[in-house]
């Protein structure tokens, strides 16, 4: 079977690496004109001019991030059958449809409101009462495209640092600690769910996730399956989906999903019987899931900026690493590192070793403490 993907960056790459034990093949169509796969057939198009011979190459298609023109899935949905379907790229690309669709199905989400000015974005600071978090209404990722706004007199410098027509408001919530859920459903409608994992951010780019996330009890990670399940019965999904939380006293709150293959799962490629990259492949070739039982318990954590001492980390013998084949640049994601140990006092010995072997990186720190590394 050959497999088309949207996009040519490194989860495309780990797909294909999933996908070629199963036979697959895979050709990569590229918007950008700067693929880094490193591997599989690349068409790089930056004018749309070669989406027809993209299709005629393919049997399938599916992609690997969600900012890409909505109505090219749409074009290719009508010749060949498209994994995620396209109206869960629309959805994911509009905040706020997002949050309504969360609303709709019962799904938790912060107060918010939209902004077309900044009149109406102090206007919601106001109203929900700050902090509050204005976010660029379409677009952004990985941090970019937002501003806190601690009172209602920082809505005119927040408008214009964002620079986008319409904002997303948020009331600020107060959570423990922020988690994700990844599950895959299957042609046949065949559900499989993930470990929660506990994901620590820093200068708002994901540097470390632990799975299972420690000292999770066990209503969190069922009301994460329901909500989730929810989202992918809803889109008619095939494919992997991930839903970003907040967890609080109160229970769950989403924050925003991710139509595809998600960093906070990179850990299930050692970590997990099957990884999400595997079960990715298999969602949309038509195949059955396969087993999403964790191997004991790991820490993904993220090459950030620079390289680092990568032979020293490849000495490790409970070191995975991962490289995408990129050049260093700050805040660029080069590779990530798999840890996997059999208790959370050995995971964090192990992970706070490897960091040292990589600059930049923050001090590890997660819910975990002294006390509770069971």
């Given at each position: 079977m050959r497999i088309g993907v949207l996009g040519a960056g490194q989860l495309g790459r780990m797909l294909a690496l999933a996908g070629y034990p199963l036979a697959k093949t895979f050709v990569f169509y590229d918007m950008s004109g700067s693929p880094s796969a490193g591997l599989g057939e690349v068409i790089i198009d930056r004018e749309g001019k070669y989406l027809d011979d993209f299709l005629s190459r393919v049997d399938r298609v599916t992609y690997e991030f969600e900012h890409l023109p909505v109505e090219v899935a749409e074009r290719l949905a009508k010749e060949k059958p498209v994994h995620p379907c396209p109206r869960a790229l629309q959805v994911c690309q509009n905040r706020e449809a997002e949050k309504t669709l969360f609303g709709e199905?019962?799904?938790?989400?912060?107060?918010?409101?939209?902004?077309?000015?900044?009149?109406?974005?102090?206007?919601?600071?106001?109203?929900?009462?700050?902090?509050?978090?204005?976010?660029?209404?379409?677009e952004g990722y990985d941090g970019k495209g937002q501003a806190v706004l601690k009172s209602p007199e920082d809505a005119e410098a927040a408008w214009a640092s964002i620079g986008h027509p319409r904002l997303m408001v948020e009331k600020f919530v107060e959570f423990s600690r922020e988690v994700s859920i990844i599950a895959v459903r299957a042609e046949d409608?065949?559900?499989?769910?993930?470990?929660?994992?506990?994901?620590?951010?820093?200068?708002?780019?994901?540097?470390?996730?632990?799975?299972?996330?420690?000292?999770?009890?066990?209503?969190?990670?069922?009301?994460?399956?329901?909500?989730?399940?929810?989202?992918?019965?809803e889109l008619d999904y095939v494919g992997v989906l991930t839903l970003e939380l907040f967890e609080?006293?109160?229970?769950?709150?989403?924050?925003?999903?991710?139509?595809?293959?998600?960093?906070?799962?990179?850990?299930t490629i050692e970590g997990a019987m099957t990884s999400q990259f595997e079960n990715h492949i298999r969602a949309v070739s038509g195949h059955p899931l396969g087993n999403v039982a964790p191997r004991g318990l790991s820490c993904m954590v993220n090459i950030i900026g620079e390289h680092g001492d990568v032979e020293r980390l490849l000495e490790l013998p409970y070191a995975h690493v991962h490289l995408y084949n990129k050049?260093?640049?700050?805040?660029?994601?080069?590779?990530?590192?798999?840890?996997?140990a059999d208790s959370y006092a050995e995971l964090v010995w192990r992970v706070r070793n490897c960091v040292q072997f990589l600059p930049g990186s923050p001090e590890f720190s997660s819910s975990l403490n002294a006390s509770d590394r069971r």
């Open positions: 199905l019962g799904i938790p989400t912060p107060q918010w409101k939209i902004a077309d000015s900044a009149e109406s974005l102090k206007a919601a600071a106001e109203s929900l009462g700050c902090p509050v978090v204005a976010k660029s209404n379409t409608g065949q559900l499989a769910f993930y470990p929660i994992s506990e994901n620590v951010h820093h200068e708002g780019i994901l540097r470390y996730s632990i799975a299972p996330a420690p000292r999770l009890e066990k209503h969190i990670q069922e009301d994460a399956e329901l909500h989730i399940k929810a989202l992918l019965n609080t006293a109160d229970g769950l709150v989403a924050n925003e999903m991710a139509p595809r293959v998600h960093n906070s799962g990179h850990w050049g260093e640049r700050p805040g660029r994601k080069l590779g990530h590192v798999n840890i996997l």
